[in-house]
Every structure is written in structure tokens, then in C-alpha cells.
T-cell receptor, first 109, second 114 residues
């Protein structure tokens, strides 16, 4: 089966940096996605990692270590609109996505 | 990428009735679509894989006779919740698998069964 763990909640101040960790144990691996989801809305794509290393995209960066089964999403210069749930999702050997439970990030002024 | 729509966005139905949810791939011919369900404050759970022109593949624990999936064309998959009950109330989201094996999500359908 698939096992994906990420923290339930994180709180940070506007302008700060937050790092959301994700560890996984899956049957096969074809990449890892990070999605942002606001309440009542569908997930929106943030990043995709399939090779080890850091992918940077504006204020968001994502890191992957396949040997450790570990990824993180780094949010810089936090803004109030970044308050949302962040989902770690792993593509298994069958190309199906398995999602973590999501991390709710609350940005405070 | 792919642009995906769902209809309806919200539906309220009475217990025992059936509800059909449509998922459309607007700019991409999708051989494969996925259907997910998300309960409040929980993550997305894959229900089934919808394959154009063939039977859907259901995940363990999902009743195929209750959640009917039809993928009759490359742009449309439908999920019918038959004999809906209050415990079926959830957020249903579809996604389209593109040629790069990336998934693009529809906006979701909020189902409330009274």
C-alpha cells in the first residue's frame, strides 16, 4: 500500500518562510506533486519532482530525496492568500496519485 | 496542460435518489480520467479510474454498483451516485491524465444528500 505523511497544521507570520515536510512509502515511484487547496475548491498544481534535488518556482520551492522517501515544500515571503491546505501526492508505479492528508497552513498578520 | 470542467458544482438531493456528475476535458482528448472523493478536512481518496471505451477500475472498498462510471467519449466521463444516502455527502473531484502523466483537476462537485 501507500503511506504518505505530512504535518496536520502549521502557522506562520506574514513575510516569513514555512517548510512543509512529506515522507512517503509507496509501491513504485513516478514522481511527487505538491498541490494547494483552498476550502471548497479543487487542488491546484504547485510543483512536480521526479529527480532528486530542488525545484524553484517563484516564492515556492520543492525538494525531493528519493533514497530517503522525503520531500518538502518551501513557501517564502508568506502572504495572507497562502493560507490553505497543501497536499503532498505521490505517483505510484501504476501512475495513480496517492495523497497525504494535507497540511493546513495559517498565515497571520 | 488540460482544462477540466465539472457539472454541477453543487447538488442537493434526497436520500434514495440518484445523482449524475459530469466531468469534461475541454481541450484534451482524455483516455484516462480519475474520480476522487474528499470528506471534510480529509485528503482526496481515489475512487476509480475511468477508461474511455472500457469498464472503470474501482479502488478497494468502492462499490461499483453504487458509483456508476461511464467514459463514453474522450472528453466526457460521468459518475452516477445511485440510491444516495447522507453518508455519500462529499466533495467529488475528477481529474484528467494528460500525455505527460500529469493530472489536472476539475473544480469539484459538492454533493449533499438530505
Amino acid at each position: 500500500g501507500q503511506n504518505i505523511d505530512q504535518p496536520t497544521e502549521m502557522t506562520a507570520t506574514e513575510g516569513a518562510i514555512v517548510q512543509i515536510n512529506c515522507t512517503y512509502q509507496t509501491s513504485g515511484f513516478n514522481g511527487l506533486f505538491w498541490y494547494q487547496q483552498h476550502a471548497g475548491e479543487a487542488p491546484t498544481f504547485l510543483s512536480y519532482n521526479v529527480l532528486d534535488g530542488l525545484e524553484e518556482k517563484g516564492r515556492f520551492s520543492s525538494f525531493l530525496s528519493r533514497s530517503k522517501g522525503y520531500s518538502y515544500l518551501l513557501l517564502k515571503e508568506l502572504q495572507m492568500k497562502d493560507s490553505a491546505s497543501y497536499l503532498c501526492a505521490v505517483v505510484g508505479g501504476d501512475y495513480k496519485l496517492s495523497f497525504g492528508a494535507g497540511t493546513t497552513v495559517t498565515v497571520r498578520a | 496542460g488540460a482544462v477540466v470542467s465539472q457539472h454541477p458544482s453543487r447538488v442537493i438531493c434526497k436520500s434514495g435518489t440518484s445523482v449524475k456528475i459530469e466531468c469534461r476535458s475541454l481541450d484534451f482528448q482524455a483516455t484516462t480520467m480519475f474520480w476522487y472523493r474528499q470528506f471534510p478536512k480529509q485528503s482526496l481518496m481515489l475512487m476509480a479510474t475511468s477508461n474511455e471505451g472500457s469498464k472503470a477500475t474501482y479502488e478497494q472498498g468502492v462499490e461499483k454498483d453504487k458509483f456508476l462510471i461511464n467514459h463514453a467519449s474522450l472528453t466526457l466521463s460521468t459518475l452516477t451516485v445511485t440510491s444516495a444516502h447522507p453518508e455519500d455527502s462529499s466533495f467529488y473531484i475528477c481529474s484528467v491524465l494528460d500525455r505527460d502523466y500529469e493530472q489536472y483537476f476539475g473544480p469539484g462537485t459538492r454533493l449533499t444528500v438530505t
